[in-house]
């Protein structure tokens, strides 16, 4: 549904040797069909795949996602 692209922050990124910027893409396809087969709302599949994909930038482990993930869906909750 998405894709990190680049080196982590822990590893930076040097202009220098001709990589282009870290990047995150989102599967728009992908994306509206995972949403169309399930019952999760298109914020919260999107919010997810960003979770997951900055994660990764940031060096996160999947435990850490999961808990910024619960963290969102509680502030969202209210």
Do not use: C, K
């Not at 999760?40 to 930038?57: K, S």
């Amino acid at each position: 549904l998405g894709l990190f692209e680049g080196r982590g922050i822990a590893e930076r990124w040097n202009p220098q040797t001709g990589e282009g910027p870290n990047r995150v893409t989102l599967y728009r396809r992908a994306i509206l069909d995972y949403w169309a087969e399930n019952e999760e709302t298109l914020g919260d599949i999107v919010t997810h795949v960003l979770i997951h994909e900055i994660g990764h930038h940031f060096g996160l482990s999947d435990d850490d996602m999961e808990r910024i993930e619960e963290a969102a869906e509680q502030a969202a909750a209210g």
